[in-house]
């Protein structure tokens, strides 16, 4: 046996002298590969997502514009160094979306849903509007963060496509956002991060500051919480008008409770209806089972608040508020600083688990407007520091209100809005007027089955401008057969406008022109202290000296140079009444209000002027803050200019034709 030794030896050399091969090895352990970084956590500012969730078809079938459900969700992060105050991000929907609801947002124009945003729309975060920094919270995502959950309804984006917005972007001033981009992993995803615009300096290290400033706007509204209880609070609503050439008349406010409350009493204003029907039904009555509901004003969700006549001005129980009580007038500080703006203060009651002196919640979705008045868009309500009062005991101190929100209305100009006045021209060297444009304030579908609303106009002589529409058609007849015009069957609508304005170019000399303007009021409604803008081209407006019946004067609108005469009545002159009857009953016509003025060019500072052609026609008038639709066309030299006796001659027969016809 002793031989064998050498041989084991031999073998155990063999085998540890020889490296195992790979399949005797144990298997290596790779690390896993290192998950993406999330682009939120790339961004050093303010991040935003919009996440495509799901969409499904819905009824009713149609093959051309088939509707569709969407689910998604818009995420705003504050990944900066300052608290981003009362958010506001732009989402660019462009499939005819419908949206019909959204979690912790509201739209900034006050539009209620379900709401058509297909055009993209504007988010503000409610109930929660300021987002605060990790810094601030330690890191605290619900702090930092706002998730808005979308529903609503798209049209033609067939399953499997992605519908997603254009584009998302922080619309708050001072951040600059990149065009969005897809997230890598998920085609269901886009994202961008905003980030201060470098030009404009903030203090980042201060966070004590708790307010943002008050912001400019054509109207802006101050909800103030002047005295604060458990169960309500005490609020004043101030109304200021700031743009120049914006008034309103018989003013409309509205808004929306957004937690149950309603209003139990109010001096300075009133519902349009007195109706605590919708609170004895509803939860208010099971809160409040001592309250004598009766003398509770309104329970409406979104009250419809108008102002008091004068009348009620010095009434203890309805009236005693400075600014109140003018039946709805805000006039331009151009005009009358004291009557710029209106007042009024209601008494909230709240509903649980608001029952605190410190939860004051102000209503969202403002909205105001006037009779013949420009349209206002107003944004959500924003917290700014608490207004300066003076103190009621005569102290030369100031006192706070316990909370104080300002929402700011523009007026829009939206393509799609129709006017409420319109304007008329005519020359003294052509005997006929260009009259309003056909509908130029719209035309009700039953008119148009009497009326062509496509057709131009008719031109017709000077009388038929002090003659309602509906009495102008044997005039207008008879001119346009002198005219050898050919007559449209049916006839051309009306202006159907309240208010209409003719410009009649009445002299061009060597050493200047003059315009006569006349106002007519087709309406039902006066007009207490009304105003009328013209603007006119660059060469005339330097050659503006005098308005003899108006109180005139050149104003400067949108900053730069003066470029608008702004008119307005003389004392005893600035009423511009209604429609009325004629007083001769035998006429049997309506007679409409009426103010007229002769306005003065000189050519000294304007030499090269073409008055007839272009330069002496406006190219904008407002009246009471309404833009007024210009004709399409400007009167025309015919076979020389005409002399007044040609003028008055034609205007007989005329009289005589169309009184035979009748």
């Given at each position: 046996?002793?031989?064998?030794?050498?041989?084991?030896?031999?073998?155990?050399?063999?085998?540890?002298?020889?490296?195992?091969?790979?399949?005797?090895?144990?298997?290596?352990?790779?690390?896993?590969?290192?998950?993406?970084?999330?682009?939120?956590?790339?961004?050093?500012?303010?991040?935003?997502s919009?996440?495509f969730?799901?969409?499904?078809?819905?009824?009713?079938?149609?093959?051309?514009?088939?509707?569709y459900?969407?689910?998604?969700?818009?995420?705003?992060?504050?990944?900066?160094?300052?608290?981003?105050?009362?958010?506001?991000?732009?989402v660019?929907?462009h499939?005819?979306?419908?949206?019909?609801?959204?979690?912790?947002?509201?739209?900034?124009?006050?539009?209620?849903?379900p709401?058509?945003v297909?055009?993209?729309?504007?988010?503000?975060?409610?109930?929660v509007?300021?987002l605060?920094?990790?810094i601030?919270?330690?890191g605290?995502l619900?702090?930092?963060?706002?998730?808005?959950?979308?529903?609503?309804?798209?049209?033609?984006?067939?399953?499997?496509?992605?519908?997603?917005?254009?584009?998302?972007s922080?619309?708050?001033?001072?951040?600059?956002c990149?065009?969005?981009?897809?997230?890598?992993?998920?085609?269901?995803?886009?994202?961008?991060?905003?980030?201060r615009?470098?030009?404009?300096?903030?203090?980042?290290?201060?966070?004590?500051?708790?307010?943002?400033?008050?912001?400019?706007?054509?109207?802006?509204?101050?909800?103030?919480?002047i005295?604060?209880?458990?169960?309500?609070?005490?609020a004043?609503?101030?109304?200021?008008?700031?743009?120049?050439?914006?008034?309103?008349?018989h003013?409309?406010?509205?808004?929306?409770?957004?937690?149950?409350?309603?209003?139990?009493?109010?001096?300075?204003?009133?519902?349009?209806?007195?109706?605590?029907t919708?609170?004895?039904?509803?939860?208010?009555?099971q809160?409040?089972?001592?309250?004598?509901?009766?003398?509770?004003?309104?329970?409406?969700?979104r009250?419809?608040?108008?102002?008091?006549?004068?009348?009620?001005?010095d009434?203890?129980?309805?009236?005693?508020?400075?600014?109140?009580?003018?039946?709805?007038?805000?006039?331009?500080?151009?005009?009358?600083?004291?009557k710029s703006?209106?007042?009024?203060?209601m008494?909230?009651?709240?509903?649980?688990?608001?029952?605190?002196r410190?939860?004051l919640?102000?209503?969202?979705?403002?909205?105001?407007?006037?009779?013949?008045?420009?349209d206002?868009?107003?944004?959500?309500?924003?917290?700014?520091?608490?207004?300066?009062?003076?103190?009621?005991?005569g102290?030369p101190?100031?006192?706070t209100?316990?909370?104080?929100?300002?929402?700011?209305?523009?007026?829009?100009?939206?393509?799609?809005?129709?006017?409420?006045?319109?304007?008329?021209?005519?020359?003294?060297?052509n005997?006929?007027?260009?009259?309003?444009?056909?509908?130029?304030?719209?035309?009700?579908?039953?008119?148009?089955?009497?009326?062509?609303?496509?057709t131009?106009?008719?031109?017709?002589?000077?009388?038929?401008l002090?003659?309602?529409?509906?009495?102008?058609?044997?005039?207008t007849?008879?001119?346009?057969?002198?005219?050898?015009?050919?007559m449209p069957?049916?006839?051309?609508?009306?202006?159907?406008?309240?208010?209409?304005?003719?410009?009649?170019?009445?002299?061009?000399?060597?050493?200047?022109?003059?315009?006569?303007?006349?106002?007519?009021?087709?309406?039902e409604?006066?007009f207490?202290?009304?105003?009328?803008a013209?603007?006119m081209?660059?060469?005339?407006?330097?050659?503006?000296?005098?308005?003899?019946?108006?109180?005139?004067?050149?104003?400067?609108?949108?900053?730069?140079?003066?470029?608008?005469?702004?008119?307005?009545?003389?004392?005893?002159?600035?009423?511009?009444?209604?429609?009325?009857?004629?007083?001769?009953?035998?006429?049997?016509?309506?007679?409409p209000?009426?103010?007229?003025?002769v306005?003065?060019?000189?050519?000294?500072?304007?030499?090269?002027?073409?008055v007839?052609?272009?330069?002496?026609?406006?190219?904008?008038?407002?009246f009471?803050?309404?833009?007024?639709?210009?004709?399409?066309?400007?009167?025309?030299?015919?076979?020389?200019?005409?002399?007044?006796?040609?003028?008055?001659?034609?205007?007989?027969?005329?009289?005589?034709?169309?009184v035979?016809v009748?």
């Open positions: 046996m002793g031989f064998l030794h050498p041989i084991l030896l031999g073998v155990f050399l063999l085998f540890t002298a020889t490296p195992p091969s790979l399949s005797q090895l144990p298997p290596e352990i790779i690390p896993p590969a290192p998950a993406p970084t999330s682009p939120s956590e790339l961004c050093n500012g303010i991040f935003l919009y996440t969730i799901l969409g499904r078809q819905i009824p009713p079938n149609d093959t051309t514009n088939q509707p459900r969407f689910e998604s969700v818009l995420t705003v992060l504050n990944n900066g160094r300052e608290e981003l105050k009362e958010w506001r991000v732009f660019g929907f499939n005819h979306e419908i949206l019909t609801s959204a979690t912790n947002a509201i739209i900034v124009n006050g539009t209620e849903l709401a058509p297909g055009n993209g729309t504007i988010f503000a975060g409610y109930p509007s300021d605060k920094t990790a601030q919270t330690a605290d619900e702090q930092m963060t706002a998730t808005i959950e979308l529903v609503g309804t798209q049209f033609m984006v067939t399953p499997p496509a992605i519908p997603l917005p254009s584009n998302i922080l619309v708050n001033d001072g951040w600059l990149p065009e969005p981009i897809p997230t890598p992993l998920s085609k269901r995803e886009i994202t961008t991060c905003c980030t615009d470098p030009s404009i300096k903030v203090n980042t290290t201060t966070i004590t500051d708790k307010f943002l400033p008050r912001q400019p706007g054509d109207l802006t509204i101050m909800y103030d919480v005295r604060s209880y458990d169960q309500n609070y005490l004043e609503v101030t109304m200021e008008n700031h743009n120049p050439l914006g008034r309103l008349d003013w409309e406010l509205s808004f929306d409770w957004m937690r149950e409350e309603f209003i139990q009493k109010m001096q300075g204003a009133y519902p349009t209806v007195v109706d605590a919708k609170c004895i039904f509803g939860p208010q009555a809160i409040y089972t001592g309250l004598d509901f009766a003398d509770v004003l309104t329970c409406e969700r009250p419809i608040i108008v102002d008091l006549p004068p009348t009620k001005k009434d203890p129980i309805l009236g005693k508020i400075p600014s109140c009580c003018r039946n709805g007038t805000i006039l331009p500080r151009t005009m009358d600083p004291s703006a209106s007042v009024f203060t008494q909230v009651s709240k509903m649980p688990p608001d029952f605190n410190s939860a919640f102000p209503p969202q979705n403002w909205r105001i407007k006037g009779t013949l008045n420009p206002y868009s107003c944004g959500p309500p924003v917290r700014v520091s608490p207004t300066l009062y003076p103190d009621p005991s102290m101190t100031n006192k209100s316990f909370a104080s929100w300002q929402i700011v209305c523009n007026i829009t100009h939206a393509k799609t809005e129709t006017p409420k006045c319109c304007v008329s021209y005519s020359a003294f060297f005997d006929s007027i260009i009259p309003c444009n056909t509908c130029a304030c719209g035309c009700v579908s039953e008119t148009r089955r009497t009326c062509n609303a496509e131009p106009a008719l031109l017709i002589p000077p009388d038929a002090l003659v309602p529409f509906e009495n102008r058609t044997s005039l007849v008879a001119w346009n057969a002198l005219k050898h015009k050919t069957n049916p006839m051309p609508c009306g202006d159907n406008c309240g208010v209409s304005i003719n410009w009649h170019m009445a002299t061009d000399y060597k050493g200047g022109w003059t315009a006569r303007i006349t106002i007519f009021n087709w309406g409604i006066d207490p202290d009304w105003f009328l013209v603007q081209k660059k060469p005339a407006i330097r050659g503006f000296e005098k308005a003899y019946s108006f109180n005139a004067s050149l104003l400067s609108v949108d900053g730069g140079v003066n470029n608008t005469i702004f008119m307005e009545g003389l004392p005893g002159l600035e009423y511009l009444v209604a429609e009325r009857d004629e007083l001769d009953p035998k006429k049997n016509l309506r007679v209000g009426k103010q007229q003025s306005i003065q060019f000189s050519k000294k500072l304007t030499p090269g002027i073409n007839a052609e272009r330069d002496g026609f406006p190219a904008k008038v407002i009471n803050g309404e833009e007024c639709l210009l004709p399409d066309v400007l009167p025309l030299a015919s076979s020389g200019r005409r002399n007044g006796f040609k003028t008055m001659v034609l205007s007989c027969v005329v009289i005589f034709v169309a035979f009748i």
